[in-house]
C-alpha cells in the first residue's frame, strides 16, 4: 500500500463532513453514529464492520467510502509510482500520469493538508515545454482532470460527453418517460433502464441535483402562473 492513500482518503471523508479513526490492524475505520461502522483495506476494498449495527447513516457512509476509496487509492497509486514531468520553467514538483497526442496529465501533491492537485497541458511544438494549463483541485477534481484530458488528447470525442447538469435532466427525463404509462417496446425500455443505472452510478448527489431541477421547475410555474397571461394574450373564458 502506499503511504499516502489512508491519509488522503481520511481527507477526502472530513471534507464530506464524515470522521474516521486512527488506522488499526492495516483498517481505516470510518464512523457512523460515532461507532467504526465502516472498514478500508490497504488497498481500497470497502466493508461493513461485521461487530456495528447496519443502519442508514451506516449506509450512506459505507455508499461514499466506497465511492472515494476507488478514486483515492487510484490517483494516489498512480503518484506514488509516476515520474517527474520534466519541462522548461516547471518547478512545482509535477509527475506525469499520462502523455498522448502532444497533451499530458500531471498531479501534484501539495503540502499541509491541502491534498493533490491535477492539470492538463499542452506539450510546446518542440516538446520542451508545457503551456495552455487547466487546473484541477478541491472535490472531485481528479475525475474532471482525467475526461480533461481524454477530450483535450482526442482519445474521446468531447461532443460525446455529457456534464452533471446535463446527465440530471436526461435522467429526470427517463423517469418520466418510464413512470408515463405510456406504452414502450421492452427494447426501449431495457435501454432507459439501463440508461437510468448508468447515470446513478456517474454523477454525484443525483437525488439532490433531480430534487433542486423540480424545483426550480416548480418556482417557475408559479412565477408564470402568478404573472398572468403575457402580452397579446386573453384569458380563456
Known amino acids: 500500500m502506499n503511504d499516502q492513500f489512508f491519509p488522503e482518503l481520511a481527507r477526502r471523508l472530513k471534507r464530506e463532513g464524515i470522521s474516521t479513526g486512527p488506522v488499526e490492524k492495516d483498517c481505516l475505520p470510518v464512523l457512523a453514529d460515532g461507532q467504526a461502522a465502516v472498514l ?5 476494498t470497502v466493508a461493513f464492520n461485521a461487530g456495528v449495527e447496519r443502519g442508514p447513516e451506516a449506509d450512506s457512509v459505507y455508499d461514499l467510502t466506497f465511492r472515494l476509496s476507488r478514486e483515492v487509492y487510484e490517483y494516489t497509486e498512480a503518484m506514488a509510482t509516476a515520474p517527474p514531468l520534466v519541462a522548461e520553467g516547471l518547478h512545482e514538483g509535477f509527475r506525469l500520469l499520462a502523455d498522448f497526442n502532444g497533451v499530458v496529465l500531471a498531479g501534484q501533491e501539495l503540502e499541509g493538508d491541502w491534498g493533490y492537485k491535477f492539470v492538463t497541458w499542452r506539450r510546446s511544438p518542440d516538446r520542451t515545454a508545457v503551456e495552455s494549463g487547466d487546473y484541477f483541485d478541491g472535490g472531485h477534481y481528479y ?3 482525467k475526461q480533461d ?3 483535450r488528447s482526442g482519445l474521446v470525442q468531447e461532443s460525446r460527453q455529457f456534464t452533471d447538469e446535463q446527465l440530471t435532466e436526461l435522467y429526470r427525463c427517463i423517469a418520466e418517460t418510464l413512470d ?3 406504452p414502450i417496446t421492452r ?3 431495457k435501454i432507459l433502464t439501463a440508461a437510468a443505472d448508468q447515470i446513478e452510478h456517474s454523477v454525484d448527489n443525483l437525488e439532490e441535483r433531480v430534487n433542486l431541477s423540480n424545483q426550480r421547475e416548480l ?3 408559479e412565477q408564470q402562473a402568478d404573472s398572468g397571461p403575457g402580452p397579446g394574450m386573453e384569458m380563456a373564458p
Open 187 to 189: 427494447e426501449r425500455e
Open 219 to 221: 418556482e417557475a410555474a
Open 149 to 151: 484530458f481524454a477530450c
Open 143 to 145: 475525475g474532471a482532470a
Open 180 to 182: 408515463s404509462g405510456y
Open 40 to 44: 478500508v483495506m490497504p488497498r481500497g
